[in-house]
């Protein structure tokens, strides 16, 4: 059989394709990398925050996260809705409901997208007042209030008996007709109501309804009652019951009516309201969307809609809005710019790096086309044409590694897709290109330089060099003066992103302007002595200069995410171990049931527990300046606890509560306070209950409460002085704060206390807070990205010294084939190998780590580090030794493989080869 002849085109390209097969390997391999760390980062980021802020939402009570509709005016306007078969309800209850669907339809078309598209049915629930009914034998006393909801057949399971039919007649009549109703299985049970008994109604007092006759037909459960409607709801599912010290036992229930009869209750509005809420469908909810979505629920909100009465009887109806889902979002929003500005820092400089590392890779590609190069020019070719080829040639190994990068991606990772996220991904393969066309434009006749320097002294480099000193110096001025608030939307600011690297330049180019200082020295110093090796290894790195812009550029930056990254960690781990402490405001701290007198005094007895305070919560109180002419008057939260047990708890907590040296009733009744910042000291009367009214002594002002509160509108009274002022003997306290004994750890006195109170309660620890804090999506993303920062940076150092080598080796053979053929060892000739990267790798440890202490500056600055350690200091850089050395060990241990293997491979020269090709020239 013939041969194929290897001299068509096909043949010709794949041998020109296997010419290179190293460069052409590291040049996919970089593309990949840096397309793949484009594309795939900040879907990730964005995939993460966009389900923290589902989880965040949905985590709110249904009562704050739906939009809740506040009516003014006749609550109800009965009437037909303009399309009877719109809201799926028969006949008779689009009669009662449908003016008042149309005009919550209304409302909901008037929200602007995309909201418009997170708003679901509204959900109604009619409501009366309280009407008091004949007791049982239960010798308690009962009421009920009467509710409708229109679409109450989907919402309940008849357990017993029938649904209610629908009433028909008039409230009014001397003999009313009996109301049907229907309560939960709870309710029936606690109320002794048995199904098909009767019971009277007294006079309401605010309707002006006489008595009215009801009669049970029906219990149910609820179909699905951890569902979003009786979420807002759960007390139409459970009975009010109270056992007052003084008085008789109260059972308050909710009896729900057939909805098409409701009409017969609005002729009486008073004593009438309309919970009426839309709820946000958060399944489409976008972190990329966030800030919109906030922003257009504060406008929406903020509206009344206004609509006229539909008879002369009735007043106009008023409807408002109010949500409370709106801090969560700016919450969680908050966190990921956080995270977005600290990313960007991240990866800046090892992208850039990792472009450069690139543009060095074609340096070396194109020197394995310089024969070919050489000879078209030498026939005649073009500038252009020498180009063309070539910049194809890179294309084709830029572009299919980009489009597989930013495939996988895609593909793995599902989020908001920007025409940003695909652009700057596909623009990385088509850097190779430009690159090789840049390179291959020099004359190839010409002999070039093996180092890959700036380029000899002159203005030209000292103008560049000028250039990035001032970009640096006014990309700080402008980063430090945005502070750490920026934008509130979480999107990558350009300015904070490009300015690590500007630094990264900047101290590369003082670096380098330095690096002959020294060398001179060292190689004046070596050439007094008698070894060889030292002295031609340090006179070729001051005369040659092999490292070049690029690889001390690549291993300055290296070493600086290094100490960067172990700073930032130290820095987040010391600010979370604060935040833990400051969280839990003791070494355990127990929340739940009330703690009776009895398990405090059992809890005082555990051995683990040193010292116990019991905190109760007293709720808001109103407080006054009664000397102030306008009569200033606050709400503030007021907390209840013994002030010198809850002192000897925090004594170690820096920032804790000091016992004050006065915490009993003083004279005129004034009681001894500490308070938050946020409390005016002006306004010093309080009114505890209808019947007490003391005065407050602010003997302290404090920032915080660890342990009790995050707010800053808080005060703390002692508990003797609040149970005298008040009569109290139990202040019903639900939050315990507890040290622990000497040598007990937190999880074991967390174990015993649990023994105690029972499981309950929650227990957290200074421990499991940590790790809570830990596994949030910020802090996991922060210490994943300095990860992954440290090791592409070491990467990228370790492949651009094998590079260096490389670039240096036709100089660095020539002089080693001399040498060996002097007698000089294999073992020396890789000294020498040593002598070129050496210095470099000293000088740029010293370089990357100032680089590494000024970032942390920088980015402290610039980011608030909050939503990442959880607490409510600010966090200032610090060192831990461990992680420290960790990083740096990792950093290290990937260059010294990397260099190691390339030291081996350029120390294998063969003198006889060397020479000869030299003679062929």
Sequence with gaps: MARKSRTGLPGLLLRQAGSARGASAVVVIIVLVVSALLAAWPRAVDHMFSAELRHDVDNVSPNLRNI????????????????????????????VWGTTADQMAHIKRS???????MLAAPTYV???????????????????????????????????????????????????????????????????????????????????IGQLVVRLVGEFRAVDPGADFWAANSGKLYPNIREPANGPK????????????????????????????????????????????????????????????????????????????????DAVTAR????????????SAPVGVALAVLALASRIFINRRRHALTLIAARGASSLQRRVPIALEGLALGVPAAI?????????????????SLLLPLLAGVLPGMFFAWTAGADPTRPQRSDLQLGSPSHLRWIVEMLVLVATAASVYLVSRQGAAGGAAARIDPLIAVTPLLLALSVCVVALRLFPIPMLMVTRGLGRGRGLIGFLGS???????????????????????????????????????????????????????????????????????????????????????????????????????????????????????????????GA?????????????????????????????????????????????????????????????????????????????????????????????????????????????????????????????????????????????APARDRLVAILRSYGVSRRQSGLLVLWEIGPVIVTAAIAGTLLGWLLPLLTTAVVDFRPFTGGQAVPTPSVDPLIMSGSFAVFIGIVTIGVTMAIRIASRVSPAAVLRANEER
């Design 68 to 95: 809740e509709v506040t009516t003014t005016g006749t609550a109800m306007q009965p009437g037909q809705s303009s399309n009877p078969d719109r809201y799926g309800w028969n006949a008779a209850t689009d009669d």
């Design 668 to 808: 005129g009744r004034q009681i001894p306070v500490i308070a938050g910042t946020g409390v005016s000291t002006k306004q010093t009367h309080v009114a505890l209950s209808p019947e007490h009214s003391v005065a407050f002594d602010y003997v302290q002002v404090q920032p915080h409460a660890f342990g009790i509160t995050a707010g800053d509108n808080w005060i703390l009274m002692d508990s003797a002085a609040y149970a005298k002022v008040m009569g109290l003997h139990n202040l019903f306290p639900t939050t315990l704060l507890a040290s622990t004994g000497p040598g007990v750890s937190d999880r074991v006195a967390a174990r015993q206390l649990r023994a105690v109170v029972g499981s309950d309660a929650s227990y957290a620890t200074r421990e499991s807070e940590a790790a809570s804090i830990n596994s949030q999506p910020s802090t996991r993303a922060l210490q994943v990205g300095l990860a992954i920062s440290l090791v592409l940076s070491a990467a990228l150092a370790a492949a651009a010294t094998a590079m260096m080598l490389i670039v240096a």
């Design 111 to 117: 929200a602007p997208l995309p909201l418009r598209r």
């Design 404 to 420: 597989l990068a930013v495939g996988g991606a895609y593909l793995l990772i599902p989020a908001h897709t920007t025409v940003m």
């Design 126 to 208: 009619a409501s009366t007042n309280d009407y008091e009914i004949s007791p049982s034998a239960m010798h308690a006393d009962l009421s009920v209030r009467f509710n409708a909801v229109p679409d109450i057949r989907s919402r309940v399971h008849i357990v017993h008996g029938r649904r209610p039919k629908s009433y028909d007649g008039a409230l009014t009549d001397s003999r009313p007709a009996p109301i049907e109703v229907m309560l939960s299985t709870t309710t029936a049970k606690k109320m002794g109501w048995k199904i098909g008994r009767q019971r009277t109604t007294r006079t309401n007092t605010v309707s002006g």
């Design 539 to 665: 006179a070729r790195s001051v005369r040659e200069r092999h490292a070049g812009f690029i690889p001390a550029l690549v291993l300055i930056v290296g070493f600086g995410t290094a100490a960067f990254s172990g700073i930032m960690l130290s820095t987040v781990q010391d600010g979370i171990a604060d935040a833990a402490q400051q969280r839990v405001g003791a070494d355990v701290q127990v929340n739940g049931p009330v703690f009776s007198r009895k398990k405090l005094a059992a809890i005082r007895k555990i051995r683990a527990v040193d010292v116990a305070a019991a905190v109760s919560d007293q709720g808001l109180v109103t407080i006054w300046a009664p000397n102030n002419s306008a009569l200033e008057t606050g709400n503030v939260r007021l907390f209840v606890a013994d002030l010198a047990d809850l002192a000897d708890v925090q004594q170690s907590l820096p920032g804790g509560i000091r016992e004050p040296r006065q915490t009993s009733v």
């Design 336 to 347: 990921a710019a956080s995270t977005n500005k600290v990313l960007a820092l991240l990866a």
């Design 250 to 329: 109260t059972v308050e229930g909710a009896a729900f009516i057939n909805p098409a009869g409701w009409g017969a209750f609005t002729d009486y509005g008073a004593g009438l309201t309309l919970r009426a809420q839309i709820p946000l469908k958060t399944g489409s909810l976008q972190i990329s969307d966030a800030h919109t979505i906030a922003a257009q629920l504060r406008s929406f909100t903020s509206q009344t809609f206004q609509y006229p009465a539909v008879s002369q009887y009735r007043s106009p109806t008023g409807r408002s809005l109010s949500t409370g889902v709106i801090e969560t979002i």
